[in-house]
């Protein structure tokens, strides 16, 4: 958990250096909000766990009040076409049902939530048309895939790890449904390579993280191995899009803070 | 028959940061030598053959990795008679058909590669199962889309259930890293059978979340599909 902690006391004191990133407007990037975000101010969640859980519980509920918010945003834009729109229903209504749980969840255990409300998150610049809006869903899909599982083995409460998991493989259902939506060939809902040909504002979702443990999603090293000389009869895209890569807790932030704009805690629950 | 040179298992309880610290260090062997002596010297029971069939011991990862092991080899083998039917170009559009080569080479990767990592850990990776699909008409796109939904929604719902038995986090991860994928088919899948769905009907609960199916169950499940008899223990 040590590693936690660090992000967790980096996260405390970075309200001022926040402020100024979001200045310079919402839009994915790795950019200096990385550590910035004060869902886990000292004296809420955290502070009151002895195993970090709690922690990485708000971090969670953080990213799935975002996405609901993100997916009744764009739901209310009317750009939605009427043939996908009950995809993104279901979608939206998964991510409200993910808040709700974690929210139970950590009451039940004795932690505290944080609080957002639909109107903490931005999304300027990727609202005002379908394939915008189409574009952001996946870099958000996929970008939650990855965050989950980035946590996994930091986990330390085996019914919170299945729960976590039981999110994490819908966050991928997710993830491949709004993937088939543009796809080439029609229908492919995985992540082949990192995704060279990914729109600018989202390849950052698919690119390495800190550290040896986050590659990029490109990564053909499982174990310590190279597949693609350890195996034979598989290309290297295919081997790839067998895996999807974790992500480690300041490059998620990084991507979805911009799009935090609003202070958590001072609103009440909608 | 008995493939342990070893009998003591991986330390139990919650991954303690020293126990972590550890396998940082040895890593995940797949066929490096020295890493395959450090293990053995802490582990060895995994999936054994008895003269009844194959015994899973889930107080051990290895017997984790070879119940993984078992069901990709499964999804493997289904998606292997897809693609090799003589009827599959005619029973599935190109779109249809580009998708399922993905699954077949996807499961085939998982299955290589769990038999790889059980190896180079210096396990014992369960034999080749022998698998019957009698039920599936491969010339029909219902029948073969069905099977398939079936196969990648139990997929799912078994990473989801194994997750808690897993002691070593570097392969509590890595089975994160394939049960997202397992998941991304699951939903193609059913999004082929019905337009928007992202999941047979039953299998995400009103709180949003995807089951996670206790072994026994799973292999229940997908003992109309296999031939050998495995058997689950602790867990």
């Known amino acids: ?270 | 028959m008995s493939q342990s040179l070893t009998d003591r298992p991986l330390p139990a309880g919650p991954a303690s940061a020293s126990r972590r610290d550890f396998f940082k260090r040895v890593g995940f062997g797949l066929g490096v030598a020295t890493l395959a002596s450090t293990v053995a010297a802490c582990d060895s029971t995994d999936g054994e053959m008895t003269d009844d069939g194959v015994v899973l011991d889930f107080s051990n990862d290895f017997g984790v990795l070879n119940y993984a092991y078992a069901l990709e080899q499964l999804e493997a083998a289904f998606y292997a008679t897809v693609v090799g039917s003589a009827s599959f170009s005619s029973t599935f559009t190109s779109d249809e058909q580009s998708v399922l080569q993905d699954l077949a080479a996807h499961e085939a990767i998982h299955r290589d590669f769990f038999r790889a990592a059980i190896l180079g850990a210096n396990g014992t990776p369960i034999p080749g199962l022998t698998t019957n699909f009698d039920a599936v008409d491969f010339g029909d796109r219902a029948s073969v889309l069905g099977t398939a939904q079936v196969f990648e929604d139990l997929g799912v719902s078994a990473y989801n259930g194994a997750g808690r038995y897993i002691q070593n986090p570097t392969y509590l991860t890595l089975a994160g890293k394939i049960v997202s994928v397992e998941a991304r088919h699951a939903s193609v899948v059913a999004g082929l059978l019905e337009d928007n769905a992202i999941a047979a009907d039953g299998q995400i609960n009103s709180s949003g979340l995807d089951k996670a199916t206790p072994p026994g169950m799973v292999l229940s499940a997908a003992s109309a599909f296999i031939e050998d008899e495995i058997e689950v223990r602790n867990a």
């Open chain 1, 1 to 270: 958990m040590t590693q936690l902690f660090e992000d967790l006391s980096g996260l405390a004191d970075a309200t001022t250096s926040r402020r100024a990133a979001l200045r310079k407007g919402a839009g994915i990037g790795l950019a200096a909000a990385a550590a910035s975000i004060p869902f886990l101010k000292p004296g809420r969640a955290y502070a009151q766990s002895t195993d970090g859980d709690f922690g990485i519980l708000n971090y969670a509920l953080t990213l799935e009040y975002l996405e609901r918010s993100f997916y009744r945003q764009a739901l209310a834009t009317g750009f939605i076409p009427g043939d996908v729109t009950p995809l993104f229903q279901t979608i939206e209504n998964d991510e409200a049902q993910h808040v709700l749980f974690l929210r139970s969840a950590i009451n039940g255990a004795g932690g505290t939530p944080v609080q957002y409300t639909d109107d903490d998150f931005s999304f300027d610049g990727f609202l005002g048309d379908f394939a915008s809006i189409a574009t952001l869903a996946q870099g958000l899909e996929d970008t939650g895939v990855r965050a989950y599982k980035g946590q996994a083995a930091s986990i330390m409460n085996k019914d919170y790890l299945t729960a976590a998991l039981q999110i994490h493989s819908v966050e991928a259902r997710h993830a491949a449904a709004i993937r088939r939506l543009s796809a080439s060939p029609a229908g492919q809902g995985w992540i082949e390579r990192d995704q060279p040909g990914a729109p600018a504002p989202i390849a950052a979702v698919y690119a390495a993280g800190m550290g040896d443990m986050f590659p990029s999603e490109d990564n053909v090293t499982q174990g310590g191995v190279d597949l693609t000389a350890a195996l034979s009869g598989y290309t290297r895209a295919e081997i790839t899009e067998a895996f999807d890569e974790p992500l480690d807790m300041d490059s998620v932030l990084g991507i979805a803070g911009p799009f935090i704009t609003g202070d958590e805690g001072d609103g009440e629950e909608d």
